[in-house]
T-cell receptor, first 117, second 113 residues
Framework: SQTIHQWPATLVQPVGSPLSLECTVE??????LYWYRQAAGRGLQLLFY??????ISSEVPQNLSASRPQDRQFILSSKKLLLSDSGFYLC????????????????FGPGTRLLVL | GENVEQHPSTLSVQEGDSAVIKCTYSDSASNYFPWYKQELGKRPQLIIDIRSNVGEKKDQRIAVTLNKTAKHFSLHITETQPEDSAVYFCAASTNSGYSTLTFGKGTMLLVSP
């Protein structure tokens, strides 16, 4: 079965510091991968998605970037964090092989809670 | 692009009552509509989904209905229990090979014993 991991689980960072969040998926190959941000008490904002290695699409212009160096690894980065970057960061996957559900069904990782001070 | 509106933002019910959450979407090309449940501090969990070739789908106490003509879909929870308390999100997508979901803003459901 497929599993998705994120780390770290929680992170407290000062303003202006760099950021690297990692997401990995097991049990599937060539998945679509997504990064979302959820501010406290708010909805889900899609930040980036990727349909393959090295292929990144950005939904919201900001000081964040994403990379997919391996098929099942998705990284969210920032060179300099802002206070407004605080939130709950969720990675999700869909599709992949072997196919167990439609390509559109997304499954979320456990998330990383980021607090920028 | 797609826009999904969700109502109500908060819903309080007594245990055993039914709860209904409604969503509307703007893009007539959308053909996949999932519902997620998010408990406090946890990840969103898929609880039910429906595709545009189906009008209704049930899974035990939960059901989803879809009206393509009116472009709205609803989540129905019967015999609510305190453990149903959570934030529920609806979403819509077009199956274009990679599927970006557009989410509603969420409904906080509170079930009182």
């Amino acid at each position: 079965s497929q599993t998705i991991h994120q780390w770290p689980a929680t992170l407290v960072q000062p303003v202006g510091s760099p950021l690297s969040l990692e997401c990995t998926v097991e049990g599937t190959s060539n998945p679509n991968l997504y990064w979302y941000r959820q501010a406290a008490g708010r909805g889900l904002q899609l930040l980036f998605y990727s349909v393959g290695i090295g292929q990144i699409s950005s939904e919201v212009p900001q000081n964040l970037s994403a990379s997919r160096p391996q098929d099942r690894q998705f990284i969210l980065s920032s060179k300099k964090l802002l206070l407004s970057d605080s939130g709950f960061y969720l990675c999700a996957w869909s599709g992949g092989l072997p196919s167990t559900s439609g390509v559109e069904t997304q499954y979320f990782g456990p998330g990383t809670r980021l607090l920028v001070l | 692009g797609e826009n999904v509106e969700q109502h109500p933002s908060t819903l309080s019910v007594q245990e055993g009552d039914s709860a209904v959450i409604k969503c509307t979407y703007s893009d007539s090309a959308s053909n996949y509509f999932p519902w997620y449940k998010q408990e406090l501090g946890k990840r969103p969990q898929l609880i039910i989904d429906i595709r545009s070739n189906v009008g209704e789908k049930k899974d035990q106490r939960i059901a989803v209905t879809l009206n393509k003509t009116a472009k709205h879909f609803s989540l129905h929870i019967t015999e609510t229990q305190p453990e149903d308390s959570a934030v529920y999100f609806c979403a819509a997508s077009t199956n274009s090979g990679y599927s970006t979901l557009t989410f509603g803003k969420g409904t906080m459901l509170l079930v009182s014993p």
